[in-house]
């Protein structure tokens, strides 16, 4: 069924708790964790507990989760003092794009300069 954990997902599995992760956030929702692999002195990666592949999948079927991921974001964002400055918030859509993790996530970046274009 849509949204169902994917026994193979690794952010399923953080969700279940089997795999291990520095969890700064939980809603009823949404899992927000410290991405392994830091770009900026702040990166924190935003899920869903539902599995969707990528962020418009998630939008199309449940939009209300996809809104609470936006408003998780806004959150992390102002708890970690990166709100004043500026912050960036990421779906790496297809692999193209750098998209590694096919559960849709969010990422939250911030701390340093960040240059547009991106690359
Ligand atoms: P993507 O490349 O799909 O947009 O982002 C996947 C992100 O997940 C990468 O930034 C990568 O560093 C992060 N990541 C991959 N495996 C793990 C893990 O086991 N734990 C955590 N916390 N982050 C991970
Ligand atoms: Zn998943």
């Known amino acids: 069924m849509a949204g ?3 026994a193979d ?3 399923c599995k953080i969700v279940a708790g089997t795999v291990p992760a520095t969890v700064v956030r939980e809603t009823e929702t ?3 964790f410290r991405d392994i692999n830091p770009q900026a002195p702040t990166h924190v990666l935003v899920i869903p507990k539902v599995h969707y592949p990528t962020a418009v999948a998630l939008a199309e079927a449940e939009p209300a989760i996809a809104a609470d991921i936006l408003r998780e974001a806004a959150q992390i964002a102002a ?3 990166i709100d004043d400055h500026g912050y960036r918030v990421v779906f790496n859509t297809g692999t193209g794009a750098g998209q590694t ?3 849709v996530h969010a990422h939250v970046l911030g701390g340093r ?3 547009w274009p991106p690359g």
């Open 4 to 6: 169902e954990p994917q």
């Open 101 to 103: 993790v096919f559960h």
């Open 113 to 115: 300069g960040l240059q």
């Open 9 to 11: 997902c690794l952010f």
């Open 79 to 81: 708890d970690e003092k």
């Open 30 to 32: 949404t899992v927000a």
